[in-house]
Structures are given as structure tokens and as C-alpha cells.
């Protein structure tokens, strides 16, 4: 069955970086979009950063766009997200999705998720 396992969270201090990985099982994972989303308590989740199956295309939310970069390795079937210039609001639960090919940018679309990792960004 699909699994897709986070980690690389941690507790970071304002203006630092953190890198998050997430390895993907159990699927084709070069027919699939792929992105990450994050959720703070209380909140919706939402997209982060998207990426197209073949690295056709990525998308950013506003919010992390510059600061944030998305990629993958589909020989290892590895997702990434390296997050620079971390701020508070960057704080929450990260979590790894995978969804339908195309329009990967329509968070709506994403099915199968990950357990999350925590990321804390402190003054």
C-alpha cells in the first residue's frame, strides 16, 4: 500500500533552515504528483510547495515563495523541501502528499498523506 514517511522536522531558530525528506513506497511514484503541506493546531492544512512528476513545474504558496524550494529524487523515490529563511509562522506539522499526475498545483487534489513531522521555528 502507498506509504509516505516524513522526517527531518525539528526545533529551529528564526532565520535557519531545516530540510525534510519524505520517502515514498508502495506506488508508481514517477506517474504521481507530489507536495508538501503544513498544518497548524487549530488550522486547515494547507499547500506548501508542489512538483510536477517529471519536474515540469513547481508551485509555492505565497507565504514561503523564495524561501522554500521543492524537489525530488524519483530514482529513490524521495521527496525533499528545503526551507530557508524559517519564521515563526513556518512552525506547524509538515506533512508529505501524493496525488493524481497533472494540475498538481490544485491542493485539493492530493489522497494519500504522510504521519507529519513537527517543525518549530523559536525567536
Known amino acids: 500500500q502507498v506509504q509516505l514517511v516524513e522526517s527531518g522536522g525539528g526545533s529551529v531558530q528564526s532565520g535557519g533552515s531545516l530540510r525534510l525528506t519524505c520517502a515514498a513506497s508502495?506506488?508508481?511514484?514517477?506517474?504521481?504528483?507530489m507536495a508538501w503541506f503544513r498544518q497548524v493546531e487549530g488550522k486547515e492544512r494547507e499547500g506548501v510547495a508542489s512538483i510536477e512528476s517529471d519536474d515540469s513545474s513547481f508551485a509555492y504558496a505565497d507565504s514561503v515563495e523564495g524561501r522554500f524550494t521543492i524537489s525530488q529524487d524519483s530514482a529513490k523515490n524521495t521527496l525533499y523541501l528545503q526551507m530557508n529563511t524559517l519564521k515563526s509562522e513556518d512552525s506547524g506539522t509538515y506533512y508529505c502528499a501524493a496525488g493524481p499526475s497533472s494540475s498538481c498545483d490544485e491542493w485539493s487534489r492530493y489522497t494519500r498523506w504522510g504521519q507529519g513531522t513537527q517543525v518549530n521555528i523559536f525567536s
Open positions: 508502495g506506488f508508481t511514484y514517477s506517474t504521481f504528483c
